[in-house]
């Protein structure tokens, strides 16, 4: 039989607590920049490339898939850009 234990990757707690504050800071910046009233094409690239580098940051840190195999990474990362690209898509082709 195949020995199926796991071995856990090491946490680098402080990289996470890193991590987790400059996804506090970016959610400040975006809440920043909603709060100002900031509209058009400009902001809405600002505020979905902040999005997509939270989602990266969550995925590769708190998903634990830094470490994982590239395949994993590429299809979960993937459907992050895709994601993005259609809701990037979907603002441009609804602007009057």
Do not use: Q
């Amino acid at each position: 039989m195949e020995n199926l234990t796991h071995t856990p990757v090491p946490v680098d707690t402080r990289r996470s607590t890193l991590v987790w504050l400059a996804l506090i800071a970016a959610t400040l910046a975006t809440w920043g920049l909603g709060e100002e009233g900031a509209s058009g094409p400009t902001a809405v690239a600002a505020l979905l490339a902040i999005a997509a580098l939270k989602s990266r940051a969550v995925i590769l840190d708190f998903m634990g898939l830094r470490h994982a195999p590239l395949l994993w990474k590429g299809i979960v990362l993937g459907w992050l850009a895709l994601v993005c690209t259609l809701i990037a898509l979907a603002y441009w082709k609804g602007m009057p």
